[in-house]
């Protein structure tokens, strides 16, 4: 049995197997038979009557029967006078009372009880216990040896396992990528993961579409499913497959601007830089490495004068540009071994990932640009979120794992699997520095869609291209909460958004981060953090603006409390009565949060 806390998610139940032994059955009785096993089992009649006519000594029927089924076909065998040829023994079924949810962390069993994929294959030997059996010693020829007689070993039941995924947690996370994938049109779906940063518990885990356990190899998706019967074996088998992997860990992706938390970490680790020293940087929207030019994503309106805390919350890619080449290529790889991302984390599940870096002597100045802003290598979901726990940890990191507890089923006696210490990564002051600036990232940068009312959220968000001239992308976030007592990590990725709200990480992918936390936190019953505010928040209607020009638009923005950001550069002879507002962001009616000073 698989649990979190009293709520079963996976339990084994009793079932029974019907088969019969052909030669045994009477000739005059072979029809009815077949036609009372094609009834009750919904069996194709002239499939069935194949087998029960056979001159083999033994034929599966139907395997996984609920007993009311078979008692009705012992009625149905008392009633007409049919005594040999069909025996009915007792079996296990592998049952999933809640269906869909975890499917990607649970995983499922094949028709013999095996685990086939997640928890229960790779707590398989755990789980399922041993059969019965009889021990004797013979010679070659089967007869017995000695006067010893038979030793009968008693079957022995599976033990039972105490998952560290809670099941409202992973609700809530599902219930939110969902509606994220499905209103912003990601074709490649999603996932999230949400991680306790003290113990390296995984509170939940989903991949974005899921699958219900009990029908595993049931396609979801619909249009495959349409041309499900024109697919070739090996096609077939290549979409369950797709349809089974757990993108949290098996996956990897390029995670953008999330990473400058990592940069920011080793910098101020090495003393390098400080979080608030004002004008400590400047963006003038691009920097030249090797005679390689790179943009900030900004180019067009340079941040100009800026502290570390100032450039996390611009998301700044100049800034952490600098910072790399000062950290250099060595120590850079130092602190990515640290922070877990050139290995597996060795998370207890099946089909893990590692990052893909190149090897740090092909290492130069442009690479080590482009790594310091998290573009041009790819980490897995588990391992960034695993990172940033690092940070919320005060700097230690920890193994992130999914089993709590080992339980014998027969005694009761309870095997606890302690949280497991990897090592410090950075100290805490250094840790305590990256949470207050992620925290002013959401407060006032980029992250805002993520806020929760009374408690302290930090963050970061991220996006990134999917592959190199894909045109597609990937948007993140990752969250941390409460920043005063950090509880609980998520990140939240989705694959190519294609939606009307666009694929920039504090659009689409923070505010799902918000709705999780908002949901969550009440719920771990946390003691807000954030009483004290010298802001009033009051949330607002966004107006119509499209089809307006940008002085019509500023105006209608200004009644209401609300700024507008427009997405390029203004020419210095354009007039803002002649540029017309084609899109926006947030959609009309969505409503806005707006600070205003006491």
């Known amino acids: 049995m698989m649990v979190h806390g009293k709520n079963v998610l996976a339990v084994s ?11 045994n059955i009477p000739e005059e009785q072979k029809e009815k038979v077949a036609k009372v096993f094609s009834d009750l089992f919904e069996l194709d009649y002239e499939t069935v009557l194949k087998k029960v006519k056979k001159k083999s000594s033994i034929e599966t029927i139907a395997r996984k029967i609920d007993k009311e089924k078979t008692d009705q076909l012992r009625v149905w065998m008392q009633e007409n006078g049919v005594s040999s040829g069909i025996n009915i023994d007792e079996d296990t079924k592998r049952y999933y009372p809640h269906g869909e949810l975890a499917s990607h962390a649970i995983g ?16 398989d030997e755990v789980l399922k216990g041993s059969k019965g059996r009889i021990i ?61 940063p003290k113990t390296g518990d995984i509170l939940a885990m989903v991949t974005y579409p899921n699958y219900n356990l009990n029908y595993p ?13 024109s697919l070739t074996a090996t096609e077939r088998n290549k979409e369950l497959q797709a349809m089974w992997r757990n993108k949290a860990i098996a996956d990897t992706y390029e995670p953008g601007s999330t990473f400058k938390t990592i940069t920011s970490s080793a910098a101020l680790q090495e003393g390098i830089t400080t979080t608030d020293k004002e004008g400590e940087f400047s963006c003038t929207g691009a920097i030249e490495i ?14 100009g004068s800026e502290s570390l805390r100032q450039a996390l919350m611009n998301s700044c890619n100049p800034v952490f540009i600098g910072l790399g080449q000062k950290i250099g290529v060595s120590k850079y790889y130092e602190y990515l071994r640290k922070f877990g991302f050139l290995d597996k984390t060795k998370i207890e599940l099946p089909g893990e990932a590692k990052g893909i870096f190149l090897n740090e002597n092909k290492v130069g100045p442009v690479e080590l640009a482009t790594i310091s802003f998290g573009q041009r290598f790819e980490v897995t979901p588990l391992q960034m979120v695993t990172a ?64 929760v009312k009374g408690f302290r959220v930090g963050g970061k968000t991220g996006t990134s291209e999917d592959g190199v001239n894909t045109n597609k992308y990937v948007t993140s976030f990752i969250g941390v909460a409460p920043i005063s007592d950090p509880q609980i990590v998520v990140l939240v990725t989705l694959y190519n958004p294609t939606g009307e709200g666009g694929h ?7 505010p799902v981060g918000g709705q999780i936390l908002g949901d969550v936190l009440p719920y771990l019953e946390l003691t807000k953090d954030n009483k004290e505010t010298t802001e009033e928040i009051e949330e607002v209607e966004v107006p119509e603006i499209r089809n307006l020009n940008l002085q019509e638009a500023k105006k209608k923005l200004q009644e209401v409390g609300l700024e507008i950001t427009f997405n390029r550069e203004i020419g210095e002879e354009e007039k803002e009565e002649e540029i017309i507002i084609k899109e926006q962001l947030p959609k009309p009616r969505n409503y806005s949060k707006c600070w205003f000073k006491n």
């Open 136 to 196: 004797k010693v013979t010679d070659a020829k089967g007869g017995e040896i000695g006067k010893e007689g038979e030793d009968y070993v008693p079957a022995e039941d599976g033990k039972d396992i105490v998952l560290s995924i809670d099941m409202t947690i992973q609700s809530i996370c599902e219930k939110y990528l969902k509606e994220a994938c499905i209103d912003n049109v990601c074709t490649d779906g999603g996932n999230v993961v949400a991680m306790n």
């Open 108 to 123: 499922f069993c094949g028709s013999d009880n095996q685990g086939l994929d997640g928890i229960e294959a790779k707590y």
């Open 504 to 510: 920039q990480g504090g659009a689409v992918a923070a």
């Open 217 to 229: 190899y049931e396609i979801t998706n619909e249009e495959i499913k349409a041309n499900w019967e």
């Open 388 to 451: 940033v726990s690092t940070i919320a940890n005060k700097g230690v990191r920890m193994k992130p794992r999914v089993v709590k507890q080992i339980i014998n089923s027969k005694t009761g006696e309870v095997e606890e699997l302690a949280p497991e210490v990897v090592e410090r990564v950075i100290d805490e002051k250094t840790a305590n520095d990256v949470l207050s600036m992620m925290e002013s990232v959401v407060a006032e940068g980029t992250g805002k869609n993520a806020s």
């Open 290 to 303: 090797a005679g390689t030019r790179i943009k900030c994503w900004r180019y067009y309106r340079p941040h």
């Open 13 to 23: 139940a009793t079932v029974e197997t019907v088969t019969i032994n052909p030669v």
